[in-house]
Nanobody, 115 residues
Framework: QVQLVESGGGLVQAGGSLRLSCTASGIIFSINAAGWYRQAPGKSRELVAMFSSGGSRSYADSVKGRATISRDNAKNTVYLQMNSLKPEDTAVYYC?????????WGRGTQVTVSS
């Protein structure tokens, strides 16, 4: 079965950095779309970054210039590097992979940015 496991979240002060990791089993990131969403309390889940199977990257305007999505195909792991973090980046970050019209989600990792 497909399983996505996120890690790397935590507490960081404004201006700091974090790198989130998502390791998958049952699905291959390199030939499927993958990305990161986030959801803050009381807010809708929003797309942060996306990594297509062809290597194309896209980002939400709110994180453009501060976020970088990357992957290690040998480890079947997708990363999200977040720099210059702001309090409004505080959210649960979810890894997503898509295959054949179906989405698979991780359970999320909490990112808290203090002011």
């Amino acid at each position: 079965q497909v399983q996505l496991v996120e890690s790397g979240g935590g507490l960081v002060q404004a201006g700091g950095s974090l790198r989130l990791s998502c390791t998958a089993s049952g699905i291959i990131f390199s030939i499927n779309a993958a990305g990161w969403y986030r959801q803050a309390p009381g807010k809708s889940r929003e797309l942060v970054a996306m990594f297509s199977s062809g290597g194309s990257r896209s980002y939400a305007d709110s994180v453009k210039g501060r976020a970088t999505i990357s992957r290690d195909n040998a480890k079947n792991t997708v990363y999200l590097q977040m720099n210059s973090l702001k309090p409004e980046d505080t959210a649960v970050y979810y890894c997503i992979a898509s295959r054949s019209g179906r989405n698979y989600w991780g359970r999320g990792t909490q990112v808290t940015v203090s002011s």
